[in-house]
T-cell receptor
Framework: EPEVTQTPSHQVTQMGQEVILRCVPISNHLYFYWYRQILGQKVEFLVSFYNNEISEKSEIFDDQFSVERPDGSNFTLKIRSTKLEDSAMYFCASSEAIFRDRGLYEQYFGPGTRLTVT | QKEVEQNSGPLSVPEGAIASLNCTYS??????FFWYRQYSGKSPELIMS????GDKEDGRFTAQLNKASQYVSLLIRDSQPSDSATYLC???????????FGKGTRLHILP
């Protein structure tokens, strides 16, 4: 069964460093997403991406964050200068979104990258 | 503020019984509704989606949607210890991409 994959599973970085989190969405999916979950808190939307551009982003997704689809399979999230409060699980998701306007789309999540900023 | 509300639990249910999980949402524009299961330290796993008022059944799971009351629920029949997890209610607004998640209800199935 197709699935979303993410690498690395765990990333430790020092405050102020740049990190890139990688995702391979399900191959026939057209919409891609990043979410984060701070330990003990709810899953929060960061950004959605379609047709090589951001379609929506949350208040969390500030200038420190960027996303890119560098090739036909990978989808990346970059954090330019990490802060302690960026420590969280980061989930990539994808959806087929054929019937977007009817809301008939389902998002499938990858296993996540645990980011620890020290 | 668009919110999704769930009782955090824990909800304890004997093995073999029916577990009932509830969720309310604040925005009448919500169009798509999902239940995800999340085991500790793992990612959300989609178990049910529902878009129209009424019931939708899939195996031991039944999702129920009442848009007038802004209420969605999940029933798990013949509960198994492996059903012990946090269940996340999630909604998507009309023409939005993002899922708005509730904080989740911790379900504990008692052997």
């Amino acid at each position: 069964e197709p699935e979303v994959t993410q690498t690395p599973s765990h990333q430790v970085t020092q405050m102020g460093q740049e990190v890139i989190l990688r995702c391979v969405p399900i191959s026939n999916h057209l919409y891609f997403y990043w979410y984060r979950q701070i330990l003990g808190q709810k899953v929060e939307f960061l950004v959605s991406f379609y047709n090589n551009e951001i379609s929506e982003k949350s208040e969390i997704f500030d200038d420190q964050f960027s996303v890119e689809r560098p090739d036909g399979s990978n989808f990346t999230l970059k954090i330019r200068s990490t802060k302690l409060e960026d420590s969280a699980m980061y989930f990539c998701a994808s959806s087929e979104a054929i019937f977007r306007d009817r809301g008939l789309y389902e998002q499938y999540f990858g296993p996540g990258t645990r980011l620890t900023v020290t | 503020q668009k919110e999704v509300e769930q009782n955090s639990g824990p909800l304890s249910v004997p093995e073999g019984a029916i577990a009932s999980l509830n969720c309310t949402y604040s925005d009448r524009g919500s169009q798509s509704f999902f239940w995800y299961r999340q085991y500790s330290g793992k990612s959300p796993e989609l178990i049910m989606s529902i878009y129209s008022n009424g019931d939708k059944e899939d195996g031991r799971f039944t999702a129920q949607l009442n848009k007038a009351s802004q209420y969605v629920s999940l029933l798990i029949r013949d509960s198994q210890p492996s059903d012990s997890a946090t269940y996340l209610c999630a909604v998507i607004l009309n023409r939005d991409d993002k899922i708005i998640f509730g904080k989740g209800t911790r379900l504990h199935i008692l052997p």
